[in-house]
């Protein structure tokens, strides 16, 4: 029985593990500093042995010199850290919005750790949208179409072929302003609420200077952000899916 197979095989998992491994390293949810690093690397090695017999065809069939190896890893690190990365700025709409409502809410300084984007520290409510968020991409089946996206990466950034720096700046700043705009959109009901209500306020302060408006209604401005934000949630969560479904549908083609 021969054993030649073992040493491209051996190659041919590291090569696949090294662009897995580092997107599971910095996807939403799996970069959380809460998840034991041993059950990160546990996870990458798991769905790097699923997925070797659906893409290790797309790698060399013969045995590579030492240092083209060394290129083509890199490489595949390189494609795991620009993935992973437009996954996690995907992810920041949730932060821009809940940014804007904490603001207009008077709720900015109510700051936690944020368990998708590896426990930097944002408003409240941006992280309970992203934590929801997380939870309904499961909830929904949309992990289906991250997987697709993930298979269809080969395509897109074939192993071995050029690394075309140009079309990955393309994708990051087409992410980064998609993610802005629907932050932007998510939190409007809030916008108008908060020109609204200081445009009140600022009117009562001129009409009435001896009494503390701004201190007087600060309890109703929380009060009442925080009955919008519940009111509002289902559409900025059904806002929130669409955004991230249409990208995903986007990479699945």
Same mark, same amino acid.
């Given at each position: 029985?021969?054993?030649?197979?073992?040493? =491209?095989?051996?190659?041919?998992?590291?090569?696949?593990?090294?662009?897995?491994?580092?997107?599971?390293?910095?996807?939403?949810?799996?970069?959380?500093?809460?998840?034991?690093?041993?059950?990160?690397?546990?996870?990458?090695?798991?769905?790097?042995?699923?997925?070797?017999?659906?893409?290790?065809? !797309?790698?060399?069939?013969?045995?590579?010199?030492?240092?083209?190896?060394?290129?083509?890893?890199?490489?595949?690190? @390189?494609?795991?850290?620009?993935?992973?990365? *437009?996954?996690?700025?995907?992810?920041?709409?949730?932060? *821009?919005?809940?940014?804007v409502i904490?603001?207009?809410?008077?709720?900015? &300084?109510?700051?936690?750790?944020?368990?998708t984007q590896?426990?930097?520290?944002?408003?409240?409510? @941006? !992280?309970?949208?992203?934590?929801?968020?997380?939870?309904?991409?499961?909830?929904?089946?949309?992990?289906?179409?991250?997987?697709?996206?993930?298979?269809?990466?080969?395509?897109? $950034?074939?192993? @071995?072929?050029? &690394?075309?720096?140009?079309?990955?700046?393309?994708?990051?700043?087409?992410?980064?302003?998609?993610?802005?705009?629907?932050? *932007?959109?998510?939190?409007?009901?809030?916008?108008?609420?908060?020109?609204?209500?200081?445009?009140?306020?600022?009117?009562?302060?001129?009409?009435?200077? =001896?009494?503390q408006v &701004?201190?007087?209604?600060?309890?109703? !401005?929380?009060?009442?952000?925080?009955?919008?934000?519940?009111?509002?949630?289902?559409?900025?969560?059904?806002?929130?899916? !669409?955004?991230?479904?249409? $990208?995903?549908?986007?990479? *699945? @083609?």
């Amino acid at each position: 029985m021969s054993i030649d197979w073992l040493p =491209q095989t051996a190659m041919t998992y590291i090569l696949i593990f090294a662009r897995l491994g580092t997107m599971v390293m910095l996807m939403p949810g799996f970069s959380s500093q809460r998840l034991p690093m041993r059950m990160r690397l546990t996870i990458a090695l798991v769905f790097t042995f699923i997925m070797y017999p659906l893409i290790s065809q !797309n790698y060399p069939a013969q045995a590579v010199a030492f240092y083209p190896a060394i290129v083509l890893l890199l490489s595949e690190i @390189g494609v795991g850290l620009i993935i992973g990365g *437009v996954s996690r700025i995907l992810m920041s709409a949730a932060q *821009v919005a809940g940014t804007v409502i904490a603001f207009q809410t008077g709720l900015s &300084f109510a700051q936690t750790s944020d368990p998708t984007q590896g426990g930097v520290q944002g408003a409240i409510f @941006g !992280n309970f949208i992203a934590v929801l968020g997380v939870t309904l991409i499961f909830t929904l089946d949309l992990h289906h179409l991250v997987l697709a996206a993930i298979y269809q990466s080969y395509s897109i $950034f074939t192993p @071995g072929a050029p &690394f075309d720096l140009k079309d990955a700046a393309d994708m990051a700043v087409d992410v980064v302003a998609g993610s802005f705009v629907v932050g *932007v959109q998510m939190a409007a009901p809030f916008l108008v609420f908060g020109l609204v209500f200081y445009f009140g306020l600022g009117l009562l302060a001129r009409l009435m200077p =001896q009494l503390q408006v &701004f201190f007087i209604a600060m309890p109703a !401005n929380i009060a009442i952000g925080l009955l919008l934000f519940v009111l509002l949630l289902t559409m900025m969560m059904t806002w929130y899916m !669409n955004h991230i479904e249409q $990208f995903l549908l986007k990479l *699945v @083609g």
